[in-house]
């Protein structure tokens, strides 16, 4: 079969970054020539994956582009979400993206093979005049849920409504972001088709609805979960960033623990919960007493946090059955390990079906975006998790006033109802059951493997090949 080029845009946020990384590797390891195109930051969290990848003779080519942040009236060197002072500047960074539109044009100019496909995180809504100026289709990748994108869409008609509180619901925080949203959805409409980091048994009906709106509805294909295309222990260990945590101590804590007992702690890489509340947490867990590894992230480590730490001497209470990690977590290599017994998990979608495909019950604690959604198909739909009680959506910009929205009370109970819980049997066996339909998917044969071959197939068939 000839061999199509794929031009992969991701957004420049942890969550949207790492499942198209792994995309690039599925695409290429079914013979497809990538392309993928990253910021200096994001070049460098990315590089180690990626060479070992292209070293192994993936044909993947790895392109810088110097992200605008000086136009973008952002702060040096600020090319990813994490590293913005503040997530109210969140409508800035978008509209700073916006402007990687020229560089990308010329370098569509200079690749060659000339690129049959463009795939495009959703959130980079200008890479649809790219496509269209270059007569090439758009796919749109969603580092979302299926469920995610039907209620967006508004299409509640099944037989299992799903009820949200106002104070749950995500919302705009201002004009700007409000009419990029607008903008996300309008060029998904015009687009070509649709990339899931998903899997059709996990929301069969979810993904039936999502292609009942599109024009073309067999331009949908689930080709998740992506992260178990990462095999290698190095993989696992470095995916998305160079952990904060040799892999092997953190191997070696993991084996001294009991089986399914460890509960494992990380709100993700843009996690705004203020110090006060991560304290409670800190307590909850002593409060469980179970083993557990809770990962902090840098911009979450303030001087009051390190100073609590330190006095209250948290390590040396639950010295034998903590592990803290401060900064970035290898979550594969951990989630994948036998002795984790449940994953409190702020419920990114990245998290979430990370989750999902290690068989391991979660504790949600939904933080804003499509995140209360992921809740709701966790808790209320697959039942495979517990919810922490969160009503409230820490909006960005309001968290001092929102301040504490979970006591330690509430972390120990919701562990110890999927520890000691009455359906905590029937959970466990419920997110078993799920690993193991997600682990057959992307097997030869599976839902998503022969979703990978058709999206190329298809691409060859809309005239974007290359002959070798």
Request: glycine content about 6%; proline content about 5%.
């Amino acid at each position: 079969m000839a061999t199509p080029h794929f031009l992969l845009f991701p957004f420049m946020a942890q969550g949207h970054m790492i499942p198209m990384v792994d995309l690039a590797k599925l695409l290429a390891h079914r013979g497809a020539i990538v392309t993928i195109v990253l910021t200096p930051n994001n070049a460098a969290r990315n590089h180690s994956v990626l060479s070992r990848a292209i070293d192994s003779g993936l044909q993947i080519r790895v392109v810088q582009l110097e992200f605008p942040w000086k136009e973008g009236g952002l702060p040096e060197g600020c090319d990813n979400v994490d590293l913005l002072p503040s997530l109210t500047s969140m409508s800035t960074f978008f509209k700073a993206a916006s402007l990687l539109y020229d560089p990308s044009e010329k370098l569509f100019l200079q690749l060659h093979p000339r690129p049959a496909s463009i795939i495009s995180d959703m959130n980079l809504p200008w890479t649809l005049q790219l496509a269209q100026k270059f007569h090439v289709p758009r796919l749109v990748f969603y580092s979302y849920s299926a469920y995610f994108l039907h209620c967006l869409q508004g299409l509640m008609t099944h037989r299992d409504p799903v009820e949200f509180h106002k104070s749950e619901l995500p919302r705009a925080t201002d004009a700007d972001l409000a009419k990029f949203g607008v903008e996300m959805m309008l060029a998904d409409a015009q687009s070509y088709g649709v990339v899931f980091n998903s899997f059709e048994e996990m929301e069969p009906k979810y993904v039936a609805e999502c292609r009942k709106t599109r024009e073309s509805p067999e331009k949908v294909w689930c080709v998740g979960p992506v992260s178990l295309c990462n095999n290698d222990k190095l993989d696992k260990a470095e995916r998305g960033n160079k952990a904060s945590i040799d892999q092997h101590q953190c191997i070696e804590w993991l084996d001294g623990q009991q089986p399914t007992s460890v509960v494992y702690v990380s709100l993700g890489s843009i996690c705004n919960l203020v110090t006060a509340q991560l304290i409670e947490l800190g307590l909850g867990l002593e409060a469980s007493n179970k083993p557990f590894i809770w990962v902090i992230r840098k911009a979450n480590l303030t001087e009051e946090l390190l100073k609590w730490l330190e006095e209250y001497d948290l390590e040396g209470k639950t010295k034998g059955r903590s592990l803290v990690i401060r900064g970035w977590a290898p979550q594969v290599l951990i989630l994948s390990h036998p002795s984790i017994g449940c994953f409190l998990t702020h419920c990114g979608w990245n998290s979430s079906i990370e989750g999902i495909s290690a068989g391991v019950p979660m504790i949600t604690w939904p933080l804003f975006a499509d995140q209360v959604f992921n809740y709701k198909l966790i808790v209320e739909v697959l039942k495979v998790g517990v919810g922490m009680g969160v009503e409230t959506v820490m909006h960005w910009g309001e968290e001092e006033e929102i301040g504490v929205v979970v006591k330690r009370e509430k972390v120990r109970e919701a562990i110890e109802m999927v520890f000691d819980g009455e359906d905590r049997e029937e959970m466990r066996q419920r997110s078993k059951k799920l690993a193991v339909m997600a682990k057959r998917a992307v097997e030869e044969g599976g839902s998503s493997h022969r979703d990978i071959k058709l999206l190329i197939e298809d691409t060859v068939a809309h005239g974007g090949d290359h002959e070798i």
